[in-house]
């Protein structure tokens, strides 16, 4: 089992800069067996999207990002820390939304899927 726990959120004027953080704990067994991380949100009315998402393979990470993101989010990964952030630029209003923590294990460890609890982020015009 992993348990996430996001932090960072809140409330900013548009242009302005967020940065999540979520912390990943569980069985040592657990944490070595995320094969990648990530963040979602989840605007009024809309579905979950995918925000970010961070894989490992071996010592290289590797980052997607969705069209709307692009070249303003930034997701990285500290492993010793098992946490992963997502630094958020130039935020616009439609970027507000509940931000959810994702991990995914490796099919090898059963491939489960973990969320967070979510942390609200707004941005106002």
């Known amino acids: 089992q992993v348990q996430l726990v996001e932090s960072g959120g809140g409330s900013v004027q548009a242009g302005g800069s967020l940065r999540l953080s979520c912390a990943a704990s569980?069985?040592?067994?657990?944490?070595?067996?995320?094969?990648?991380m990530g963040w979602y949100r989840q605007a009024p009315g809309k579905q979950r999207e995918l925000v970010a998402v961070?894989?490992?393979?071996?010592?290289?990470?590797?980052?997607n990002y969705a069209d709307s993101v692009k070249g303003r989010f930034i997701i990285s990964r500290d492993n010793a820390k098992n946490t992963v952030y997502l630094q958020m630029n130039s935020l616009k209003p439609e970027d507000t939304g509940v931000y959810y923590c994702?991990?995914?294990?490796?099919?090898?460890?059963?491939?489960?899927?973990?969320w967070g609890q979510g942390t609200q982020v707004t941005v106002s015009s």
């Open positions: 569980g069985s040592i067994f657990s944490i070595n067996a995320i094969r990648s």
């Open positions: 994702n991990a995914v294990s490796s099919i090898v460890a059963g491939g489960y899927d973990y």
């Open positions: 961070i894989s490992s393979g071996g010592s290289i990470n590797y980052a």
